[in-house]
C-alpha cells in the first residue's frame, strides 16, 4: 500500500464495533474491571487510552516503526526521550537543533549531569572527533533549522553503530512522506506533529517512534512516568490532520519550489536557502535520503530595514512561529524558533538578523508572490 492509501485505509480506520471512519474520541480516565484479578487492555488513561492507542498505532505505520508514542507537545516527545538517558551520559547533538530542543538541553538536562556537546553535524569527521566512552547518543536535525543544512543520515548512521551509540532523528521538516530515518537505520524519530502532521494550526502534539522493544519500553516508562501524555482530543485533530498529510504536502513542496525560483531572482534577496534548489550545499544527500525537498526555506535579504519592513507589510501570508500548516507562515527566526539561542551563538549559525524563515501552505502561489511583493521597498 502506498503512503496516501496508508494515511486513509491504514489497519484501524474503521471502528470495529459500529463502523465510525474517524477516531472515536475516548474521553474517559478510567475504565471498569469486569475481572479484578485479569485487568483489561486499559486501566487509568495517563497509561493508555484507546483514542491514544490508535494514533499512535497508526502513525506507526507511518514511520516504518514497530512502536510509537503521542505526546503533549513535541518538546514533551523530545524532552521524554532525551531522559530515557542518565546521569554522565554524553550526547552529540547538531548545533542547529530546534531552539527548543537547545533551551531543553541547556537550561534543564545540564542540570541532571548529562553532558551534551553541540556541533555542525554536515561534516560527519566532526561527530567523530566528540565520542568520548560516555557517548550514548547523536541527535540529529535535517534539513536543519531555519537554515536547512543537511546531515548525511546513512553516515551518520554508520559512524553511530560502529561505537554503539543511538541515533535520534528529529524528522519534523520532512513529515513520515518525505523521510523516514527508521528505514535508513536509525534508532528513534521524532516530531512535533503540531507541524506538517496535524497541519492545520489548532493543536500542540509530539510523537516518537522506534523499531527497538527496548527502546519502546524505556519511552513508555516516561511516557507513562513523566506524563507528558496528548488527549484524547488532541489525538483526534492529529488524526485527521493527518489523513491530508500528502496532499497538503504535495501542494506546499510545489509552492516552496516555486517560490525558492522566484526569491532567486529578486535582487533585494541575498541568498535562499532550500534543499531543492540545486546549488544548495547538501541537495546530493538530501536527494538520496529523502523524497521530496520539503515545504519550508529561508532567505537572507540584502538589509534590516528591508527585512522589518517584509515583515510589518507581507500579505496573503501569517507573520507567526510555527511550521507546516495549510497557511503560509512567514517567521523571523532570530525573535521566535532561535530567540532562546544567544545572539553571539545565533551569528555564528548564520542566523542573522536579516533572516526569514517560510513555511509555504496550500494557498495559490501567485497570491503568495504578489504578497511578498507588497513587502519589499520600491
Ligand atoms: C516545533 C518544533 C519542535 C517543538 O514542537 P512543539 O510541538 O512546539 O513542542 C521540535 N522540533 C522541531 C524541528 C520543530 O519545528
Not at 209 to 228: C, D, L, R, V
Request: overall charge neutral; glycine content about 6%; proline content about 3%.
Amino acid at each position: 500500500m502506498k503512503f496516501g492509501t496508508k494515511l486513509l485505509h491504514g489497519e484501524k480506520t474503521i471502528d470495529k464495533n459500529n463502523g465510525a471512519v474517524t477516531l472515536p474520541i475516548y474521553q474517559s480516565s478510567t475504565f471498569h474491571q469486569f475481572d479484578i484479578d485479569n485487568f483489561g487492555e486499559f486501566d487509568y488513561a495517563r497509561s493508555g487510552n484507546p483514542t491514544r492507542n490508535i494514533l499512535e498505532e497508526e502513525f506507526s505505520k507511518l514511520e516504518c516503526a514497530e512502536y510509537a508514542f503521542a505526546f503533549s507537545s513535541g518538546i514533551a516527545a523530545i524532552s521524554s526521550v532525551l531522559s530515557i538517558f542518565s546521569s554522565g551520559d554524553h550526547l552529540i547533538v547538531a548545533e542547529d537543533v530546534y531552539g527548543g530542543t537547545y533551551r531543553a538541553i541547556t537550561k534543564i538536562f545540564n542540570r541532571f549531569n548529562i553532558e551534551f556537546t553541540f556541533v555542525n553535524t554536515e561534516d560527519i569527521s566532526n561527530i567523530k572527533k566528540l565520542i568520548k566512552t560516555n557517548t550514548k547518543a547523536i541527535y540529529l536535525e535535517t534539513p536543519s533549522n531555519p537554515l536547512l543544512k543537511i546531515t548525511d543520515l546513512k553516515g551518520c548512521i554508520k559512524l553511530a553503530k560502529e561505537n554503539d551509540l543511538l541515533t535520534i532523528v528529529d524528522n519534523t521538516f520532512m513529515s513520515p512522506y518525505l523521510q523516514n530515518p527508521l528505514n535508513l537505520g536509525a534508532d528513534i524519530v521524532i516530531h512535533s506533529a503540531t507541524k506538517f502532521i496535524a497541519g492545520h494550526s489548532d493543536v500542540i502534539a509530539g510523537l516518537a517512534a522506534t523499531n527497538s522493544k527496548e527502546i519502546a519500553s524505556e519511552i513508555y516508562k516516561i511516557q507513562n512516568g513523566f506524563g507528558a501524555i496528548l488527549s484524547p482530543q488532541d489525538c483526534y485533530l492529529v488524526s485527521r490532520g493527518l489523513k491530508t498529510l500528502k496532499v497538503r504536502m504535495d501542494e506546499s513542496e510545489r509552492n516552496a519550489i516555486k517560490l525558492a525560483n522566484w526569491l532567486e531572482k529578486q535582487d533585494i534577496v541575498d541568498k535562499v536557502y532550500y534543499p531543492g534548489l540545486i546549488y544548495h550545499k547538501g541537495y546530493k544527500i538530501h536527494k538520496e535520503q529523502s523524497f521530496g525537498p520539503g515545504a519550508v526555506l529561508s532567505f537572507k535579504f540584502k538589509n534590516i530595514e528591508q527585512t522589518k519592513y517584509f515583515l510589518n507589510n507581507v500579505k496573503n501570508v501569517v507573520v507567526a512561529v510555527s511550521l507546516g500548516a495549510v497557511e503560509t507562515i512567514v517567521s523571523y527566526p532570530v525573535k521566535m524558533s532561535h530567540a532562546a539561542i544567544p545572539k553571539n551563538e545565533r551569528e555564528k549559525l548564520g542566523i542573522t538578523d536579516t533572516l526569514i524563515r517560510v513555511s509555504l501552505g496550500i494557498e495559490d502561489i501567485e497570491d503568495i508572490i504578489e504578497g511578498f511583493k507588497v513587502g519589499f521597498i520600491n
